[in-house]
């Protein structure tokens, strides 16, 4: 994508996911928040970086199930340590 003459790059360089669970099973203790934090620390590390070289955080969910999921990437990226100033996208 260029924009007035500059160029930016997306580069993607880490992804995990969470495990899949059975309803009331090991996972029912975690909110959809703590398994993203879980998922970016694994990523943020898989990828060598440090949570303050991480730009922007994106995560994905199909419910919304817990009372700050609706801000879900952003209390993710907080979590995992990303600069307050990074902005996250869920």
């Known amino acids: 994508m260029a924009t007035q003459g500059h160029s930016r790059e997306v580069v993607v360089l ?3 996911r969470t495990g899949f669970g059975t ?12 398994l993203g934090v879980f ?3 694994a990523a943020i590390e ?11 955080t994106f995560v994905g969910n ?3 199930t817990s009372a700050d999921s ?3 990437a952003r209390h993710v990226a907080l979590r995992s340590g990303v600069p307050q100033d ?3 996208l869920t």
Do not use: N
């Not at 309803?23 to 703590?34: E, N, Q, V």
């Open 86 to 88: 990074r902005p996250a």
């Open 62 to 64: 199909a419910l919304q």
């Open 46 to 56: 898989a990828a060598g970086l440090t949570p303050s070289q991480v730009d922007q």
């Open 23 to 34: 309803f009331g099973g090991s996972l029912k203790d975690f909110t959809a928040t703590d």
């Open 70 to 72: 609706i801000y879900l």
């Open 14 to 16: 880490s992804g995990k």
């Open 39 to 41: 998922s970016s620390q």
